[in-house]
């Protein structure tokens, strides 16, 4: 039997995500500061059987584009944005089993607070909260949180090795199993001899410990993370469970995917123990002509400026600074590598500028675009699953809801008639529905080191 598909919503606490320019469609009734909007996005999402909801975030603005914030405000390119962690307890009462992912940045969030964060979430949300490790890449965040320039690429991702240390002390080490007793004849609700500091002092944090919140459901929220250069990827393969890679093509994608697997087989984990997630754009229609007339309606007023923003934000290059007829070179940034080298030292001929500047702009130029009646989905769908080896999608939005109702609606009962996607959910922590077993990480992640903590 062919592997079911896992789908996550890709989303954003804003007033648009990477739509740039469609804020203005007719039908978008994206409503970002209404809780009742999230709530009944939930409702739908797990009404579709989505596996979770993945939430970006960012903490500064995109003024990489000709050295200013203009582009980005006019745009609504990630901007105005608002905390995703504050919508999931709400979004999680509404619904049994739809996963939350959360985007939390290791440069600026303290350790100790964001542990008892996530196993807040964790208890509030019945064990179906996923942490997506990032280390911020804009350098108007840096500045917001007292820094006078951007940590650079490899540095953040040392001190991201450390924080996780320090999480997962908290969250493995910190809390025996049995700690919490509620014995009411002794009048024990925990007993002290089991709950241990965790007396971390490393060349970035000092935290004593112990952690303040009683053990979760999942303990360590699912892992999630989108590294997509070589430090990226090395960091991935140690510690994600979840994968998230831009898509440009079976090869490039098959890549990513073998490289993942083969380095967590390196760090002694199993290729099964990583799942990755592949960004797509689907636009769906009852018949291929409907869905062509929705794109074209999407690209008529989608922004010419709002992705140029954005790339500048992800890539640190500045595109209007260059003439369209020059050959696009490699350049070394602070920022996200694999964007660079995308057009660069892993395009398969030399670009100009202005060919990136034209691929940027289209609606799926940065990750792939999936487009027809729901058969014609279903089979591209099928083809990334078989030419690549993912194991599912990060599904964009252009407009919502409709984005989503329409996979919910005409996509998924063709996935289902063919067997490649489930028709319930399994039961269970988030972690449990996507790879079974205990719900726990396995002995063999590198978290489980500091479960015995003295």
Not at 72 to 83: E, F, G, I, M
Not at 165 to 185: F, I, M, N, Q, T
Not at 318 to 329: E, F, K, N, T
């Amino acid at each position: 039997m062919a592997k079911k598909i896992l789908l996550n919503a890709f989303d954003m606490n804003s007033a648009m995500h990477n739509a740039h320019g469609l804020w203005r469609h007719p039908l978008n009734q994206r409503n970002y500061t209404s809780l009742d909007y999230w709530v009944e996005q939930a409702k739908l999402l797990e009404r579709g059987l989505f596996d979770a909801i993945f939430f970006a975030d960012v903490l500064g603005y995109y003024d990489t584009y000709q050295g200013s914030r203009d582009a980005a405000l006019r745009d609504a390119v990630q901007v105005p944005n608002n905390d995703p962690t504050l919508l999931i307890s709400a979004m999680a009462y509404a619904t049994k089993h739809l996963g939350f992912a959360v985007t939390v940045p290791t440069t600026y969030e303290m350790p100790f607070a964001h542990a008892r964060r996530m196993s807040t979430l964790d208890h509030l949300t019945g064990g179906r909260i996923g942490w997506n490790i990032v280390t911020s890449f804009l350098p108007s965040a840096a500045r917001n949180f007292g820094m006078d320039k951007m940590i650079a690429h490899d540095d953040r991702y040392e001190m991201a090795e450390e924080y996780l240390e320090v999480v997962y002390k908290l969250w493995e080490g910190s809390w025996e199993d049995d700690a919490v007793v509620r014995d009411l004849a002794r009048g024990m609700y925990a007993d002290p001899a089991k709950v241990h500091e965790i007396r971390h002092e490393g060349a970035h944090f000092r935290v004593a410990g112990p952690h303040i919140s009683e053990p979760s459901p999942q303990r360590t929220p699912l892992l999630l993370q989108a590294g997509a250069s070589g430090r990226g990827r090395e960091f991935s393969a140690k510690h994600a469970e979840c994968v998230f890679i831009d898509s440009h093509s079976f090869e490039s994608t098959k890549f990513y995917v073998d490289d993942i697997r083969a380095k967590a087989v390196a760090n002694g984990r199993r290729p099964e123990d990583v799942k990755v997630f592949m960004a797509t754009n689907i636009v769906v229609g009852r018949t291929r002509e409907e869905a062509e007339e929705k794109l074209r309606e999407m690209t008529r007023l989608s922004s010419p400026e709002g992705p140029l923003a954005l790339y500048g934000g992800f890539s640190g290059i500045d595109l209007s600074q260059y003439d369209p007829d020059d050959y696009m070179g490699y350049k070394a940034t602070d920022h996200g590598q694999a964007s660079v080298a995308r057009f660069t030292t892993q395009s398969e001929k030399r670009l100009k500028v202005g060919e990136v500047i034209e691929t940027v702009r289209k609606i799926g130029g940065r990750n792939s675009l999936i487009l027809g009646s729901p058969e014609e989905v279903a089979d591209g769908m099928q083809a990334w699953m078989e030419n690549t080896g993912i194991d599912g999608f990060n599904l964009a939005n252009l407009i919502l809801p409709g984005t989503f109702q329409d996979v919910v609606d005409l996509v998924v009962p063709v996935l289902q008639e063919r067997g490649l996607y489930k028709t319930e959910y399994d039961p269970g922590t988030l972690r449990e529905k996507l790879f079974g077993g205990s719900g726990r990480l396995p002995e063999r992640h590198p978290a489980a080191s500091f479960r015995n903590l003295p």
